[in-house]
């Protein structure tokens, strides 16, 4: 079982759509979680870490539900430049603590 | 700022070749670690490091080998090229465990 799974997508919305990803993990140990943006043909930058309590952004909020063991992405008003793929990063446990676990990436498609 | 930085950004080997893709961060991070890239399967871990002198293996170790003698260099050795090793090669660091990673900008390797 991958220690993260991610829905590939492709995901098209129209400006101002409010779209949410999921990834889920399988380590139910794992503490830290994160939501990297990849623009294409660079390199994956963090867009926000994901709290126990979940967090807000701007126009993006992240939440961890623990007892389902997924954590998700949700993009408000949809912009143009939010185009790219998303990444989920859990951290592992026990004998991978300190590895970082990637989703294979959702991507998404923002259309005037 | 320099950040996380990859040597060569491209680069085109014959099989058997060998070669070393260079990293270094000069953000005094302790951990670092080596990601392949490909289409549909995400970011794979291929070997990281907790601190200087300390190496362990990822998911996709197999033909590659790395060294840490100093916090700030993380590189990494193909010891015989593979068209199958043929990727994008990110390097990322993090300040310790659970925290961000940051990405250098990738290393694009083509073996033929």
């Known amino acids: 079982r991958k220690e993260v799974e991610q829905d590939p997508g492709p995901f098209n919305v129209p400006e101002g759509a409010t779209v949410a990803f999921n990834c889920t993990y399988s380590n139910s140990a794992s503490q830290s979680f994160f939501w990297y943006r990849q623009d294409c043909r660079k390199e994956p930058k963090l867009l926000m870490s994901v709290y126990s309590s979940g967090n807000e952004d701007g126009r993006f909020t992240a939440q961890l539900n623990r007892a389902s063991q997924y954590i998700s992405l949700l993009i408000r008003d949809s912009k143009l430049s939010d185009s790219a793929t998303y990444l989920c990063?859990?951290?592992?446990?026990?004998?991978?603590?300190?590895?970082?676990?990637f989703g294979r990436g959702t991507q998404l498609t923002v259309w005037p | 700022n320099a950040g996380v930085t990859q040597t060569p950004k491209f680069q085109v080997l014959k099989t058997g070749q060998s070669m070393t893709l260079q990293c270094a961060q000069d953000m005094n991070h302790e951990y670092m670690s080596w990601y392949r890239q490909d289409p549909g399967m995400g970011l794979r871990l291929i070997h990281y490091?907790?601190?200087?002198?300390?190496?362990d293996q990822g998911e996709v170790p197999n033909g590659y080998n790395v060294s840490r003698s100093t916090t700030e260099d993380f590189p990494l050795r193909l010891l015989s090229a593979a068209p199958s090793q043929t990727s994008v090669y990110f390097c990322a660091s993090s300040y310790r465990q659970g925290s961000e990673a940051f990405f250098g900008q990738g290393t694009r390797l083509t073996v033929v």
């Open positions: 990063a859990v951290e592992g446990r026990g004998s991978t603590l300190g590895r970082l676990y």
């Open positions: 490091s907790v601190g200087a002198g300390i190496t």
